[in-house]
């Protein structure tokens, strides 16, 4: 069963190579990586060109910006039965791919499957929504985030597989498109299984002791996601409204108050404005 990986990239180049070096290892062979290159300067041209003897890479060139169109396109070139859209500082460990095809064959119903996300370490969790349990989800309480998803496209609708051009680093929303394009496909029928025992790294950006400027420009992109299926008069989105943009943000804020942390509340307070400046907007 082979596996496209497509790589939008901007910006980076160290992190870019650590992710080709662990693609070097991989025990499983049957895979593909697209690069979609955003950059105008060539800077990953030279990086990226001793690894095409070692595995099959397309190295695309485009003169747009933005993670989720770079996504979308990627998608024309795939060949492979699963996609997956890995980060450009994110890190496969030996085993991802093998763990992947393994998942997918043992669940012939499955047409999500989600990884956990580790902070470089094998037992601390990284960004997105994370679980020592491995777990079948709706999207009442989708798991993981876009960098830790794979994509069966013989079981999921092929006209919903397309990212929204509106979400995403280098979109009218910073973030939440991992998030829109699942909910969108578990909306249609498709079937999610989340297993924390295949492991990607990433560094943890989601801490509040990296600033609320971060966080007010993530937050915002969950906010437009939930204003969008609004918009759609989906009925289960009341969930999201009650849960991100009520509950949890202010149970946040009240723990830290209760444990005096000035910080967490600051970031926990960004959030919710972030999640409401995103709602407000969308569509405008």
């Known amino acids: 069963m082979k596996v496209s990986l497509i790589l939008a990239t901007l910006g980076r180049d160290l992190e870019v190579a650590e992710f080709l070096h662990s693609l070097l290892n991989q ?11 955003q950059n105008k300067d060539g800077k990953i041209d030279t ?4 690894f095409m003897s070692c595995f099959e890479v397309l190295h695309v060139k485009v003169n747009f910006t933005g993670n989720a169109r770079a996504r979308d396109y990627g998608i024309s070139f795939a060949q492979g039965r699963i996609i997956a859209f ?35 370490s094998s037992n601390r969790f990284s960004i ?25 496209r013989n ?20 973030g939440a498109e991992g998030f829109e ?16 025992e295949i492991k990607i790294y990433h560094p943890d950006k989601d801490h509040y002791k ?9 937050s ?15 009925v289960f989105i009341l969930y999201y409204i009650v849960r991100k943009m009520f509950v949890v943000p202010i149970l946040k804020m009240m723990l830290a108050v209760i444990l005096l942390n000035p910080k967490k509340l600051t970031y926990s307070f960004y959030n919710l404005v972030g999640i409401w400046r995103g709602f407000l907007a969308y569509g405008r």
């Open 27 to 37: 025990t499983h062979k049957n895979f593909e990586l697209v690069i979609i290159d």
């Open 47 to 50: 990086m990226v060109k001793p």
């Open 86 to 120: 890995p980060d450009d500082d994110c890190v496969y460990e030996k085993e991802v791919l093998e763990k992947v095809i393994a998942e997918f064959e043992k669940r012939k119903e499955l047409s999500i499957l989600v990884a956990g996300s580790y902070d470089f």
């Open 128 to 152: 997105g929504i994370n679980s020592h349990r491995a777990q079948y989800f709706s999207r009442f309480n989708m798991m993981g985030v876009e960098f830790t998803q794979f994509f069966n």
């Open 155 to 174: 079981r999921i609708d092929g006209e919903q597989f397309h990212l929204d051009h509106d979400f995403g680093i280098g979109s009218k929303y910073s």
């Open 181 to 196: 394009l699942l909910y969108r496909l578990l909306r249609a029928g498709g079937t999610a299984f989340y297993t924390p």
């Open 210 to 218: 990296l600033g609320t400027g971060r966080m007010l420009m993530y």
């Open 220 to 234: 915002t992109g969950i906010g437009a996601y939930i204003r969008k299926f609004t918009n759609e008069q989906d």
